[in-house]
């Protein structure tokens, strides 16, 4: 198991320990505009009375005569009570940090983890959703930081990293993508997380500055990353292993990559992972300066291919071998980077196809017929590109494509 496979906990640790602060909800004050976009709620919380010892009497302190669902109130309660001012801010702000991560929760409630598709066709962030989560995030942090700073003179602009709250900031992907688990093996599988990851940058930061790993220094990592696995095997259940491999494991991740233009359903990921997962595993930790091992597992790898075309239908297997054409890939990089809809990548990549068929099929001709030939191809190019693009996004793909260049 890899470094990455042992950090894929991490991120959800922060959001799971997010989600625990979003208990009690407080509303703004009545007076401030942001109250008036979420409903006010007050928690009822067990009364918590404190005897504090004086001299010559014995003060009474009850929480609920402080407590307040208007934050004004709460302040004045607090600060009546003899509460320092620093405990009051910590106090409020730590308060108002759980209401806005609450809101930027039920703003961004968890989605279902589609652990077959590749990050950009899962539909979890979309780019054009990712955009509009920024704006609205930006939003969320401005309004909290002007609340802050009205109601006890905090900026957390410049002192923010004290009242951070991790939970507003993190999204839900990590703890989607463990929700099969209960929350204890949540946390055990962060525990074997902490307890190889720390041996594992110790070998990392001894390698020479060219990153150059000797063949003892790969055993050890492989032998550690053996061990943290059999620990979370053994503490899982068979499915939940199974689950666990196809989320988090090198075979999956990897095979998420290739598929990246295909969209695989979870049955033919499925099938395709099995295939894929007994390649990986007879060659796990080859020695790069193995000439022989390396050409096996080159061969290896092509049969792969061929055996994919058993587990899928024909046209399946055809979407497939196209998902794999450089071309191909290139365009489908091009379409997400601009927002385009994913169809856009098959048309692009068979414009080019045709272009480059139809000029091979002059190569033949005198030089001015080839010229004019290729100015004419050049021009239904452009035209058939513009019809899909638009003026701006043609632009930039004009600058961008070596094969368009090569056609002049």
Same mark, same amino acid.
């Given at each position: 198991?890899?470094?990455?496979?042992?950090?894929? %906990?991490?991120?959800?640790?922060?959001a799971l320990?997010?989600?625990?602060?979003?208990?009690? !909800? @407080?509303?703004?004050?009545?007076?401030?505009?942001?109250?008036?976009?979420?409903?006010?709620?007050?928690?009822?919380?067990? %009364?918590?009375?404190?005897?504090? *010892?004086?001299?010559?009497?014995?003060?009474?302190?009850?929480?609920?005569?402080?407590?307040?669902?208007?934050? #004004?109130?709460?302040?004045?309660?607090?600060?009546?009570?003899?509460?320092?001012?620093e405990?009051?801010?910590?106090?409020?702000?730590?308060?108002?940090?759980?209401?806005?991560?609450?809101?930027?929760?039920?703003m961004?409630?968890?989605?279902?983890?589609?652990?077959?598709?590749?990050?950009? %066709? %899962?539909?979890?962030?979309?780019?054009?959703?990712?955009?509009?989560?920024?704006k609205?995030?930006?939003?969320?942090l401005?309004?909290? @930081?002007?609340?802050v700073r009205?109601?006890?003179?905090?900026d957390?602009?410049?002192?923010?990293?004290?009242?951070?709250?991790?939970?507003?900031?993190?999204?839900? #992907?990590d703890?989607?993508?463990?929700?099969?688990?209960?929350?204890?093996?949540?946390?055990?599988?962060?525990?074997?997380?902490?307890?190889?990851?720390?041996?594992? +940058?110790?070998?990392?930061?001894?390698?020479?500055?060219?990153n150059?790993m000797?063949?003892?220094?790969r055993?050890?990592?492989?032998?550690?990353?053996? *061990?943290?696995?059999?620990?979370?095997?053994?503490?899982?259940?068979?499915?939940?292993w199974?689950?666990?491999?196809?989320? !988090?494991?090198d075979?999956?991740?990897?095979?998420?990559?290739?598929?990246?233009?295909?969209?695989?359903?979870?049955?033919?990921?499925?099938?395709? !992972?099995?295939?894929?997962?007994?390649?990986?595993?007879q060659?796990?930790?080859?020695d790069?300066?193995?000439?022989?091992?390396? @050409?096996?597992?080159?061969?290896?790898?092509?049969?792969?291919?061929?055996?994919?075309?058993?587990?899928?239908?024909?046209?399946?297997?055809?979407?497939?071998?196209?998902?794999?054409?450089p071309?191909?890939?290139?365009?489908?990089? !091009?379409?997400?980077?601009?927002?385009?809809?994913?169809e856009?990548?098959?048309?692009?990549y068979?414009?080019?196809?045709?272009?480059?068929?139809?000029?091979?099929?002059?190569?033949?001709?005198?030089?001015?017929?080839?010229?004019?030939?290729?100015?004419?191809?050049?021009?239904?190019?452009?035209?058939?590109?513009?019809?899909?693009?638009?003026?701006? #996004?043609?632009?930039?793909?004009?600058?961008? +494509?070596?094969?368009?260049?090569?056609?002049?």
């Amino acid at each position: 198991m890899s470094k990455r496979l042992l950090m894929a %906990s991490a991120g959800l640790n922060v959001a799971l320990a997010g989600v625990a602060m979003l208990v009690v !909800f @407080r509303a703004p004050p009545a007076t401030n505009p942001s109250a008036q976009e979420t409903p006010r709620e007050v928690t009822q919380k067990v %009364s918590r009375v404190k005897l504090v *010892q004086e001299p010559d009497e014995v003060i009474r302190l009850d929480w609920r005569a402080i407590e307040s669902g208007d934050y #004004a109130t709460y302040i004045k309660n607090l600060r009546a009570a003899g509460c320092p001012e620093e405990t009051v801010r910590d106090i409020v702000i730590a308060d108002i940090n759980k209401h806005f991560a609450r809101r930027w929760r039920e703003m961004n409630p968890v989605r279902e983890y589609k652990y077959w598709r590749h990050g950009r %066709s %899962s539909g979890d962030d979309p780019t054009r959703e990712a955009a509009s989560r920024r704006k609205a995030l930006e939003a969320l942090l401005r309004e909290k @930081r002007e609340l802050v700073r009205a109601l006890v003179g905090v900026d957390l602009a410049e002192d923010g990293e004290r009242y951070a709250d991790p939970s507003f900031r993190g999204s839900n #992907a990590d703890m989607a993508a463990l929700e099969f688990l209960s929350v204890e093996k949540r946390d055990l599988l962060r525990q074997v997380r902490d307890k190889y990851e720390a041996q594992i +940058q110790q070998i990392n930061s001894n390698l020479d500055p060219d990153n150059y790993m000797p063949p003892e220094v790969r055993g050890q990592l492989a032998a550690l990353r053996g *061990q943290a696995e059999a620990e979370i095997r053994e503490s899982l259940t068979p499915a939940e292993w199974e689950q666990f491999q196809l989320r !988090f494991s090198d075979t999956a991740q990897n095979l998420r990559n290739a598929l990246a233009g295909f969209e695989p359903s979870e049955e033919e990921f499925r099938r395709m !992972f099995e295939l894929r997962k007994a390649v990986d595993d007879q060659f796990r930790g080859l020695d790069p300066g193995d000439r022989e091992a390396q @050409r096996q597992r080159a061969e290896a790898y092509r049969q792969l291919n061929e055996r994919y075309r058993e587990a899928l239908t024909p046209e399946r297997y055809a979407s497939f071998q196209m998902s794999q054409e450089p071309a191909y890939r290139q365009a489908l990089g !091009f379409v997400y980077a601009w927002d385009l809809p994913k169809e856009t990548a098959a048309r692009l990549y068979e414009v080019q196809r045709s272009a480059q068929e139809q000029a091979r099929g002059v190569q033949a001709a005198t030089a001015a017929e080839r010229q004019l030939a290729v100015e004419r191809l050049r021009a239904q190019v452009e035209a058939s590109l513009g019809e899909l693009l638009g003026e701006k #996004a043609l632009a930039a793909y004009k600058r961008n +494509q070596p094969w368009l260049r090569a056609m002049q």
